[in-house]
């Protein structure tokens, strides 16, 4: 099997757990490469424990999981794949947005020749060259989101986590950041995006999983999870959401919409 033939995510049964608490218990799913996978949860879900999981930052109580192909406990083989926009960009006031740019690139062995080159092309595409060389300090918290998710697909990975990329960003600069995931998809990079914008999720996701109460209650493409299956009539995303994060049974299985 060549490596675009594996999964980009995979899990089994992947579960933590902190003492008596099970922030995410069971969660089973595949993302296959170059999609957008849309992670749908309210508040307190399981969502941020999931991808700090999935990007080896937190390990799992049990269960497995392969990211690009390399089971997670293996931190140095899934790093080098994996890109991570956390809600809170780790980027230094101190440096200018190129320097913070530069600086992610050295740390992912960039030639100085390509870090260059993606780095510039990301500056324009998100309108930061004007602003390219004043400290982030003096930043908006848009432009910090803009750096914080050139910083995370910079050096091109094959599963790019962004948890609320459009967090802080103005209508123009939100429209970018949808066209720019779309065109990352487009060139096989997969996303794995969390967002509570849900119109977002409707027009980028081609698979959606929604978490609640830490469980994965429900997957499936958007026209799949909005078509309510005792009647197929369509419905918005969010009524979806909104009925499946209510109505989910105990066991963890939205009807209609089995997580497996």
């Known amino acids: 099997m060549?490596?675009?033939?594996?999964?980009?995510?995979?899990?089994?049964?992947?579960?933590?757990?902190?003492?008596?608490?099970?922030?995410v218990s069971g969660a089973t799913m595949t993302v296959d490469r170059g999609t957008v996978y849309g992670f749908l949860g309210p508040n307190g879900a399981g969502k941020t424990t999931t991808m700090r999981m999935l990007t080896t930052l937190t390990r799992p109580t049990s269960g497995?999981?392969?990211?690009?192909?390399?089971?997670?406990?293996?931190?140095?083989?899934?790093?080098?794949?994996?890109?991570?926009?956390?809600?809170?960009p780790p980027i230094y006031d101190e440096l200018t947005g190129r320097e913070q740019l530069e600086y992610?690139?050295?740390?992912?062995?960039?030639?100085?020749?390509?870090?260059?080159?993606?780095?510039?092309?990301?500056?324009?595409?998100?309108?930061?060259l004007a602003d390219a060389d004043r400290r982030i300090e003096g930043y908006s918290k848009g432009m910090r989101q803009k750096v914080g998710v050139i910083q995370a697909v910079l050096h091109e990975p094959v599963v790019a986590f962004l948890d609320e990329p459009t967090s802080g960003l103005d209508p123009r600069a939100a429209r970018t950041m949808r066209e720019t995931i779309a065109d990352l998809a487009d060139r096989e990079m997969t996303i794995f995006l969390s967002t509570h914008i849900l119109p977002v999720v409707d027009e980028l996701a081609d698979e959606i999983g929604v978490i609640h109460d830490g469980k994965l209650v429900a997957q499936g493409d958007p026209e799949?999870?909005?078509?309510?299956?005792?009647?197929?009539?369509?419905?918005?995303?969010?009524?979806?959401?909104?009925?499946?994060?209510?109505?989910?049974?105990?066991?963890?299985?939205?009807a209609g919409s089995p997580a497996e």
């Not at 999981?65 to 089971?71: D, H, K, M, Q, S």
């Not at 740390?107 to 780095?119: G, Q």
């Open 64 to 88: 497995t999981a392969r990211v690009a192909g390399y089971p997670i406990t293996d931190r140095e083989a899934v790093t080098p794949h994996i890109g991570y926009l956390p809600e809170e």
């Open 2 to 23: 060549s490596p675009a033939d594996v999964p980009a995510i995979e899990t089994d049964d992947l579960t933590k757990q902190y003492g008596e608490t099970t922030a």
């Open 104 to 128: 992610a690139a050295g740390l992912r062995d960039l030639t100085e020749d390509d870090a260059a080159e993606r780095i510039e092309s990301l500056l324009e595409r998100f309108d930061l």
């Open 224 to 254: 799949t999870l909005k078509s309510r299956a005792e009647t197929g009539e369509t419905r918005s995303l969010e009524e979806a959401f909104l009925e499946i994060t209510q109505d989910s049974p105990a066991d963890g299985h939205a």
